[in-house]
């Protein structure tokens, strides 16, 4: 028997080219196919080159031979526009879907905060929020797990060189789904989010900061050694990811200023915000193949 | 230079870019009884926003003394002549806050990005056009990060998203009058002709009224400017005098100067919780091309971590930052602080 659960990823860009190279790194994951909708795009080729089955048409490509190959675990790093359509044909053949696109149809999952409950809960679709919620929803998380937060606001800034064509056009569904985010898996009352794109050369490293308001006079050790503990949380799947300052406290604001250094791997160093996106979507995967290959969880047609 | 009888709207910041210096806290009585005045005097188009656009309120910004909704709907209904307008940034606000601001009344919309970011106002700028009779605009900040050509190309962008008129913004008050002329005089070429253009100037090196009346000259129809250059850094181009210069050049803009003049030294100037002026930190803004709104930040930073207002500036320029990093500045600070010894 296999010691690792088949997957595949659905949208062979940067973001799916990135996955794909972690993946194969993967002690639990075996990605077996690659599917985009343009023969000629870099990324197929490439996943072919490294020895996957690819396809140019879509997701209905793969659908014949899906269950065949075994593939149990789709990740979608197309749109949000079509992820809808691509979970629901993948769901029928048996695989959970790890969205990374913000279409924010299942629940959310930001794995150092709610990993296990989403896996426990078996749910066959869940979603990863955005980059700039991956990298700042664990540092509002590690607030509220101290005291209540009345109000969580991020500022996610990222090089324009490492936002892609998806994002800008869809700017507004950035900022509505992280905050949302920043209050469902964050537990803050009220979320707002922020996104900066900065142009300078070379580019930035993505820089976030994290403000919380509490409802009472912040407990500052507390808090403090919450920090440091989620700091190294998520440093063990985004190696680079570093307090800068603080937490600052001014009266009831908490303030943490954090930068995300990708790993390198297809997208260049500065681009921690789409690493820390294909990492958060690989430990994601890696929890449910445990599960999987434990015996504890068996994906099932919906 | 002879612009006799050439036409143009101006268009008074007071009310979004003067929000800056007050901390966002001008209220809604003041915002009516100001934009009254300024109907009065015959101002054709009033900008009424929390000072970093709709949706601006924020730990990062600044929570304003009202809501965007309380003062748009409060201004509104009070205005005869005068239109009133409403900014918003993209990754700020949403098309949730566009279409807000459409049922309180405004009548223009101006969507704003960093200057070689435009097509990050692709869905703000499209839904606009869409709605009948909204005057949709699209606004190029920190213009002077890029050259001519390169502007260009991203007005370009805005025009084809739907935009009517397309503004060059110098937002740290760093141009200087050719390089207004250089940049307005190629958008005027290159652009449909029916696409109004834009400019608005910060006073930071006190070159407000003389870009703008380059402007004026290379080709541009709309120029901002406000009262007693109530506005961020060392303020917009103050509107009264740029109005005087028209008067005396010939240039139509269809406010009464005196009135003008009035409501700057009555009701604007009293309204100040400092002088608005060219100060040491604002000339640098100016001096190292650094967004105007950081000024308070960074005098605050400086006040908390025992460092230089100036230092920090240019260190904000150094690293090329762009409108909306107001959250670097106390990371900065703190960096600053630590390097020398005192945190």
Redesign the interface.
């Known amino acids: 028997m296999s010691s690792k659960i088949k997957a595949a990823i659905i949208g062979p860009g940067n973001i799916g080219t990135d996955l794909l190279l972690k993946a194969q790194r993967s002690k639990v994951i075996d990605p077996v196919w690659m599917v985009g909708i343009d023969a000629a795009s870099p990324g197929l080729v490439r996943a072919a080159q490294l020895g996957l089955k690819t396809t140019a048409e879509g997701v209905e490509g793969m659908l014949p031979t899906m269950q065949e190959d075994g593939v149990q675990i789709c990740f979608d790093a197309t749109s949000a526009y079509v992820h809808a359509e691509n979970s629901r044909k993948v769901n029928e053949q048996g695989a959970v879907m790890i969205d990374l696109t913000p279409a924010a149809i299942g629940p959310f999952c930001v794995p150092p905060v709610n990993l296990v409950d989403a896996v426990t809960q078996s749910a066959m679709n869940v979603n990863m929020v955005t980059c700039g919620g991956q990298a700042t929803i664990p540092l509002v998380a590690a607030v509220t797990r101290v005291q209540e937060v009345v ?1 969580g ?1 991020i ?1 996610a ?1 990222v090089s ?1 060189k490492s936002a892609g ?1 998806g994002t ?5 569904e ?3 789904t992280t905050a949302k985010g920043i209050e469902v898996c964050g537990g803050a009352h009220t979320g ?1 989010a ?7 050369e070379p580019p ?1 490293i993505m ?1 976030d ?1 994290v ?1 919380c ?1 509490t409802q009472e006079d912040p407990n500052r050790d507390a808090i403090t050694q919450s920090v440091y503990d989620m700091i190294q949380e998520v440093q063990k799947y985004v190696p680079g990811y570093t307090l ?3 937490p ?1 406290f001014d009266g009831k ?1 908490v ?1 943490i ?1 954090i930068e995300v250094e990708g790993l390198g791997d297809f997208l260049p160093k500065y681009a921690g915000n789409l690493d820390i996106m294909t990492a958060a979507g690989l430990r994601t995967a890696e929890m449910y193949a445990e599960e999987m290959l434990a015996g504890r969880f068996l994906p099932r047609a919906e | 230079m002879d612009l006799q009888g050439k036409k143009i709207t101006v268009h008074d910041m007071c009310l979004r870019d003067g929000m800056h210096p007050k901390r966002h806290q001008i209220t809604v009585d003041e915002m009516v009884t100001v934009s009254k005045a300024m109907d009065e005097a015959g101002i054709p188009l009033i900008e009424v926003t929390h000072g970093d656009g709709l949706g601006g309120a ?3 910004y600044g929570f304003p003394a009202a809501k965007d909704e309380e003062y748009l709907t409060a201004v509104c209904k009070e205005m005869k002549n005068a239109r009133i307008s409403a900014l918003l940034l ?3 606000g ?3 806050h566009l279409k807000m601001a459409v049922d309180c009344g405004i009548s223009t919309i101006r969507i704003a990005t ?1 200057c ?2 435009a ?2 106002s ?3 700028l499209t839904m606009a056009r869409s709605i009948d009779n909204l005057d949709t605009v699209g606004f190029l900040m920190m213009a002077h990060m890029i050259e001519a050509e390169e502007l260009v190309e991203q007005l370009k962008l805005m025009e084809d998203f739907g935009a009517h008129c397309v503004y060059i913004t110098d937002s740290a008050g760093y141009m200087l009058p050719d390089d207004v002329t250089s940049r307005i005089a190629l958008a005027r070429a290159e652009l449909k002709p029916e696409t109004e253009l834009g400019f608005h100037g910060h006073h930071n090196m006190a070159m407000g009224v003389a870009n703008s009346i380059a402007a004026a000259a290379a080709g541009a129809n709309r120029i901002d400017g406000s009262l007693a250059g109530l506005g961020a850094g060392a303020g917009n181009t103050p509107l009264e005098v740029f109005v005087a210069v028209c008067d005396r050049m010939g240039i139509e803009t269809g406010i009464d100067t005196f009135k003008a003049m009035d409501i700057a030294e009555d009701l604007i100037v009293p309204m100040m919780d400092h002088l608005v002026r060219v100060d040491r930190d604002a000339l640098t803004l100016g001096y190292a091309g650094v967004y105007s709104s950081f000024l308070l930040f960074a005098k605050r930073s400086a006040e908390k971590y025992n460092l230089s207002s100036r230092d920090i500036l240019l260190e904000l320029g150094r ?4 409108g ?2 107001e ?2 500045i ?2 900065l600070a ?2 600053m602080a630590k390097a020398q010894g005192t945190l």
């Open positions: 109000y606001e500022v800034t324009s064509p800008r056009k869809n700017i507004d950035f900022t509505r707002k922020i996104i900066i794109i900065n142009p300078a930035l820089r900061t403000h308001l800068k300052n603080g600052v604001r303030s200023y | 924020s730990v990062n993209p990754g700020i949403t098309v949730d960093h070689s970011e097509d990050v692709q869905q703000h690293r090329r930052t762009v909306g990093q959250d670097m106390e990371d703190l960096d």
